[in-house]
């Protein structure tokens, strides 16, 4: 893959992942029921397609590479589960802007865990980022309902800060359908048995949204992430990504009628326009050298 097809596929499965809380909203079922749902879409997505090509996804891996993926997969699982119960508590808005901070979680984990070095350029971003945070968030008590639907959406930043991080070293070497394939199967099997009653539930319609969801804004998006992450930083990666609110907060508004508060929307523009200005060319958003 190319530079270009991988900001051009990265772009792509933002518009995506804009969606997600729009699914996350219509279908009637617990954010876990949700999680497997997609990820069981996701993984059956993966084998058909495998099948097709005569691949050989599910075989020739290491013990080491099912372990990294195994922590990417549970890493992942903590991330759908944690927005989807933001979305539910505080609205696609404010669950997506919590989300958008995990730019600032690579940041800091690129500092304090692999010790790489991180530039002013890149402290001014994170401190951008906190500002935006404090204005964004409803209220100081944390009894709020939209407070509480924040910071389940910080902790999904966070999980997927994490998730990115522990990608870099799964996709040196295997493919991208590979290591979307692996740990969408990995989140089916850490949140399925949770998941049975609620899902035994469903009616049409859920099934539907949920398909639509597995197929499109799961495997779809995962597989584009993960290829462009073999072209790209982390960072640069995560910049585009952290466009998802855009993305989401307009769907959420023409379809719900949800619509953030002035001082929420202040302080999106601020943590968003953020992360572009870092995106600018410069050390930090460089595309990593293959």
């Not at 097809?5 to 804009?18: D, E, K, Q, T, W």
């Not at 202040?266 to 995106?279: C, D, L, N, Y």
Request: glycine letters at 10%.
């Amino acid at each position: 893959m190319t530079i270009l097809r991988a900001r051009l596929s990265i772009h792509v499965a933002a518009v995506l992942f804009g969606l997600t809380g729009i699914f996350g909203e219509l279908i009637q079922a617990s954010a876990i029921a949700i999680t497997a749902g997609r990820a069981g879409f996701a993984v059956a997505t993966f084998a058909m397609l495998t099948r097709l090509q005569g691949g050989k996804q599910w075989r020739a891996i290491s013990w080491h590479s099912l372990a990294v993926l195994g922590l990417a997969g549970a890493m992942l699982a903590v991330h759908w589960v944690t927005f989807f119960i933001a979305v539910k508590i505080g609205g696609v808005a404010l669950a997506t802007l919590g989300f958008a901070s995990f730019p600032a979680f690579i940041t800091l984990g690129e500092y304090f865990i692999f010790r790489e070095h991180v530039s002013r350029k890149e402290w001014l971003v994170l401190a951008l980022v906190t500002v935006g945070l404090v204005l964004v968030t409803p209220s100081l008590d944390v009894a709020n309902q939209a407070t509480i639907g924040l910071l389940w959406g910080l902790l999904s930043g966070l999980s997927f800060a994490m998730f990115t991080l522990i990608n870099r070293h799964a996709t040196g070497h295997l493919s991208a359908r590979q290591v979307a394939g692996w740990e969408n199967l990995f989140v089916l099997v850490l949140t399925l048995p949770f998941a049975l009653g609620s899902i035994a539930e469903l009616d049409a319609l859920n099934w539907f949204w949920m398909a639509l969801l597995g197929v499109f804004c799961t495997a779809l998006s995962h597989y584009l992430l993960v290829a462009s992450m073999a072209r790209l930083s982390a960072r640069s990666a995560g910049i585009v990504i952290a466009l998802e609110p855009v993305y989401a907060i307009l769907f959420a508004a023409i379809l719900f009628a949800q619509y953030p508060s002035m001082r929420a929307i202040i302080g999106g523009m601020i943590m968003i326009g953020a992360i572009v200005w870092s995106s600018l060319p410069g050390r930090s958003g460089s595309a990593r050298a293959k």
